[in-house]
């Protein structure tokens, strides 16, 4: 009995990339198709039925969203920069990444820093070529991210400095209070005292 080959399953975005290039990662627009009214073989008798064929031949258009997300993207292209296979791809096992999907993952960054850069030094953009395995997110080349870390710990910094400064001014602060505590007490004197008493037995 013959044994049986195990085929690794290559992931359905990495097939599409495959198949479909950079354009896998780019939305498309897709235009349904309308009737026009000269060809229309009933004429409609109610209102209703006239405010249906004309939003029948109002040509509607929507997006059709990428056939690969650019976040699953992302994660096949990191893994493929950790295990060294960046570049290429091997459609048979799916490993690697080409580095032409760069195209359609950058589109709007990659398009940006061209305009700036030719407006910089006068060059055309469609001269400039994509540079194999450049990074062209915010990160420089093979720069890990740090940690983001809380609020609580990215703020610690800030908010002891904010407490110091109290501090220096915690004396003077003191001293205010303490003499409003006592500007409220009444003055000593037999005339206070009457007043205190007259108003403690009408209680």
């Known amino acids: 009995m013959a044994s049986r080959q195990i085929t690794k399953k290559i992931p359905a975005a990495l097939r599409n990339l495959h198949r479909y290039g950079s354009s896998a990662l780019q939305a498309t627009k897709v235009e349904l198709p309308h009737q026009d009214p000269a060809t229309a073989t009933t004429i409609p008798s109610t209102l209703q039925d006239l405010k249906r064929a004309v939003k029948k031949e109002i040509k509607k258009t929507y997006w ?3 056939k690969v997300s650019k976040r699953v993207a992302r994660t096949y292209r990191k893994k493929a920069i950790r295990d060294g296979t960046f570049g290429t791809y091997d459609a048979e096992n799916g490993i690697g990444w080409d580095a032409s999907w760069d195209v359609g ?28 395995g450049a990074n062209h997110g915010n990160l420089p080349w093979m720069e890990l991210r740090p940690h983001k870390e809380t609020k609580r710990e990215r703020t610690r910094e800030a908010r002891a400095k904010k407490i110091e400064d109290l501090l220096l001014l915690a004396d003077e602060k003191i001293l205010e209070y303490r003499l409003a505590q006592k ?6 004197g037999i005339e206070n005292l009457i007043k205190k008493m007259m108003k403690a037995s009408t209680k």
Not at 183 to 188: G, I, R, S
């Open 64 to 66: 059709r969203k990428p």
């Open 183 to 188: 500007e409220k007490k009444p003055l000593p």
């Open 105 to 132: 993952l950058f589109a709007k960054k990659r398009s940006r820093d061209l305009s700036a850069s030719s407006a910089l030094d006068g060059t055309d953009t469609n001269d400039v070529e994509l540079l194999s």
